[in-house]
T-cell receptor, first 112, second 114 residues
Framework: QKEVEQNSGPLSVPEGAIASLNCTYSDRGSQSFFWYRQYSGKSPELITFIYSNGDKEDGRFTAQLNKASQYVSLLIRDSQPSDSATYLCAVSGSGGNYQLIWGAGTKLIIKP | EPEVTQTPSHQVTQMGQEVILRCVPISNHLYFYWYRQILGQKVEFLVSFYNNEISEKSEIFDDQFSVERPDGSNFTLKIRSTKLEDSAMYFC????????????FGPGTRLTVL
């Protein structure tokens, strides 16, 4: 059973600080890694994605991938109250299996 | 900016009834997906669709479910005989290149089975 694990939180971060969210996955062959943001009652909104080991910066968001450790993270710089949401890690499969496997999400609270 | 749209936003039905959920993917996208999210739970993959056929489906997507692209713009999910446990948010997503590329989600349809 392919799994994606996230700490459910809540993670509380002061406004203006860096929020760090983590995710581990079980399928070593996974190719693509996505971070979505989901506000309560809304659909997932794509924040960023990463395919290769290392860092990928996307505005205030940086995705980090370490395939050897099967670990992907999201850093949010200069956190704003509007960043308060649940952050979902999604991982695509391997071997032509493209469905996204989802973590349960980490609830992030940015305190003004 | 192009977006995925879904109708209706909320569907209430009686157990055993058929429902059709509708989606209009982003116009130049070729890969389409349905996911569901039961309240308070993870997002779950149901099915993916490419070139007018199902390319992958999960264990959830049993004989009660079907998908169709009836014309050049719509993509539908049909549940033939709804059960109480089908109550969930249903999300449609589309991808331009498919495969391992990013998927964009519609706003969802909240299905309530009574």
């Amino acid at each position: 059973q392919k799994e994606v694990e996230q700490n459910s939180g809540p993670l509380s971060v002061p406004e203006g600080a860096i929020a760090s969210l983590n995710c581990t996955y079980s399928d070593r062959g996974s190719q693509s890694f996505f971070w979505y943001r989901q506000y309560s009652g809304k659909s997932p909104e794509l924040i960023t994605f990463i395919y290769s080991n290392g860092d990928k910066e996307d505005g205030r968001f940086t995705a980090q991938l370490n395939k050897a450790s099967q670990y992907v993270s999201l850093l949010i710089r200069d956190s704003q109250p509007s960043d308060s949401a649940t952050y979902l890690c999604a991982v695509s499969g391997s071997g032509g299996n493209y469905q996204l496997i989802w973590g349960a999400g980490t609830k992030l609270i940015i305190k003004p | 900016e192009p977006e995925v749209t879904q109708t209706p936003s909320h569907q209430v039905t009686q157990m055993g009834q058929e429902v059709i959920l509708r989606c209009v993917p982003i116009s130049n996208h070729l890969y389409f997906y349905w996911y569901r999210q039961i309240l308070g739970q993870k997002v779950e993959f149901l099915v993916s669709f490419y070139n007018n056929e199902i390319s992958e489906k999960s264990e959830i997507f049993d004989d009660q479910f079907s998908v169709e692209r009836p014309d050049g713009s719509n993509f539908t999910l049909k549940i033939r005989s709804t059960k109480l446990e089908d109550s969930a948010m249903y999300f449609c997503a589309s991808s331009g290149q498919g495969g391992y590329n990013e998927q964009f989600f519609g706003p969802g349809t909240r299905l309530t089975v009574l």
